[in-house]
């Protein structure tokens, strides 16, 4: 799958038969040499972890002109219109609480609520679920001045129901059992002693915490047609969880 937009793909893994198997040495997006989920090298992923460059020219918020992006469902063809982007407030978040009450402002758009919320080094990341708590899709929040947006990587691409439309609906071939096989791979591909949490099932991918020891250190996605797998080195250093 080419993850066009991004100009950039995450490591993949191909499907053969029913275990896809890992395709070792790719790199992860963003990053000229292989990197492992709980790391942070200086060429991964967008400097200020804030709106990569090239989805408008410009990082922070001022992405797509301040306002509200036409995003999300509809966009999809299922027929209900969304939104992808919370101008900034110009308040800066710094407790879980805060980035909560600004993903609640995000999702009361979407008709969603807000699960798990995480504090990182570089962002605010918040899960968004339906109102009959199914995950939906996943967001970031700007500490620096309280803007929300889908997140970049899978949520973008690969979301069935509220990603950009590339692709088509090719239908679920990697189970919740297989999605972390193929992590756990993907990262003893590359050396890691980290091993995946239990999957979170959005809309055309999975999403596991990587663990070190118990203890949470980041987080990747894995795509629930191809098996590919997409690290997401943009969050910086795990700090917290704020759960609902």
């Not at 029913?18 to 060429?43: E, K, Y």
């Not at 609640?104 to 699960?115: C, H, K, P, Y």
């Not at 919320?117 to 570089?122: E, I, K, P």
Request: proline share 6%; glycine share 16%.
């Amino acid at each position: 799958m080419t993850l066009g937009a991004c100009g950039s793909s995450g490591s993949a893994v191909t499907t053969t038969g029913r275990t896809p198997a890992v395709t070792a040495g790719r790199t992860a997006m963003g990053s000229s040499t292989p990197t492992t989920p709980g790391t942070t090298p200086a060429a991964a992923g967008p400097t200020s972890g804030w709106g990569p460059d090239v989805w408008s020219g410009a990082g922070g918020s001022g992405m797509m002109g301040g306002g509200w992006g036409s995003w999300g469902p509809g966009m999809m063809g299922n027929g209900h219109m969304g939104n992808w982007w919370l101008a900034a407030d110009g308040t800066r978040v710094r407790t879980l609480d805060q980035a909560r009450q600004r993903a609640t402002a995000f999702a009361d758009r979407l008709g969603l609520r807000v699960g798990e919320v995480m504090r990182f080094s570089r962002n605010f990341y918040a899960e968004l679920r339906t109102s009959g708590g199914h995950p939906a899709t996943e967001v970031l929040v700007n500490p620096a001045d309280g803007a929300v947006q889908i997140e970049y990587g899978p949520a973008m691409m690969w979301n069935t129901d509220y990603g950009m439309p590339y692709g088509t609906r090719s239908g679920t071939r990697v189970s919740a059992g297989q999605a972390k096989s193929i992590a756990l791979a993907w990262l003893r591909a590359r050396d890691s002693t980290l091993t995946p949490g239990d999957p979170e099932s959005y809309p055309g991918y999975y999403t596991l915490h990587t663990l070190r020891t118990g203890d949470i250190t980041g987080m990747l996605s894995v795509n629930a047609s191809t098996g590919q797998v997409w690290d997401h080195t943009w969050h910086g250093t795990y700090i917290a969880t704020g759960r609902p």
